[in-house]
């Protein structure tokens, strides 16, 4: 679909038999960061969804390339392993790293890769965590903006509302997520933060999240 170069930053150039995919990437991100300072990234932004198709890669997408062109900032969106949606992206199909449009995507990444990723000096980390699991959740926890996708329409609300009650309680924390809706209307948000006392967004529609525009953009502020 898209054309973001000659695929990998990191691709080796010999024959490496008997090789697992994450091995060669370690080893890669290694090389890399040898050649640079590695320093910590400055925000981490995990996006986590409820449920199956709530939207996570798309709403990703967009904050990851906002904060590259509209902020200017050295950006990076991360997909955990076991995804899969972000490998289709890439001319090069191997599922390895690839630059588009001012973003630097890495497709299934393991949980052990993520520290190297890390120290690549990144000014924003936008991480696709797709839908809750315990692993997902654990990288969540480890983010600066904690963001949870969800739906409030009528045959998905009662099943977000027990997700976010039940969330709060296990962590013990009411304003450390923000919570999302898609597509919902302010009366509807309005009750889910009464009743919750959380942060609760509803997402607006993003046509294209990796051309931002301005009314976009100011929704994807809040975000980051």
């Not at 060669?24 to 910590?40: F, T």
């Not at 509807?188 to 976009?216: N, W």
């Amino acid at each position: 679909m898209f054309s973001p170069g000659s695929g990998s930053f990191f691709r080796n150039e010999g024959k490496t038999p008997f090789v697992s995919k994450n091995s060669k990437r370690r080893e890669g991100i290694r090389i890399r960061i040898k050649s640079i300072k590695a320093v910590q990234p400055k925000i981490t932004i995990g996006v986590l969804g409820q449920s199956a198709g709530t939207g996570v890669t798309h709403l990703s997408i967009a904050l990851a390339n906002y904060a590259a062109k509209w902020l200017n900032a050295k950006t990076a969106l991360i997909e955990l392993e076991g995804r899969g949606a972000l490998a289709a992206l890439s001319a090069a199909k191997d599922g390895n790293e690839f630059f588009y449009e001012g973003v630097t995507y890495f497709p299934e990444v393991s949980v052990q890769d993520l520290g190297m990723i890390y120290s690549m000096g990144f000014e924003y980390l936008i991480l696709d965590l797709g839908t809750d699991s315990r692993a997902s959740r654990a990288e969540l926890m480890r983010c600066n903006g904690k963001l949870i996708v969800g739906s409030l329409c009528p045959w998905r609300k009662a099943g977000y509302y027990d997700y976010m009650k039940r969330l709060q309680e296990t962590t013990g924390y009411r304003d450390m997520f923000t919570f999302l809706a898609l597509f919902e209307d302010k009366i509807e948000i309005k009750r889910c933060r009464r009743t919750l006392k959380a942060q609760v967004q509803s997402v607006p529609f993003i046509a294209d999240p990796f051309h931002v525009k301005d009314r976009e953009a100011d929704f994807l502020h809040t975000l980051i």
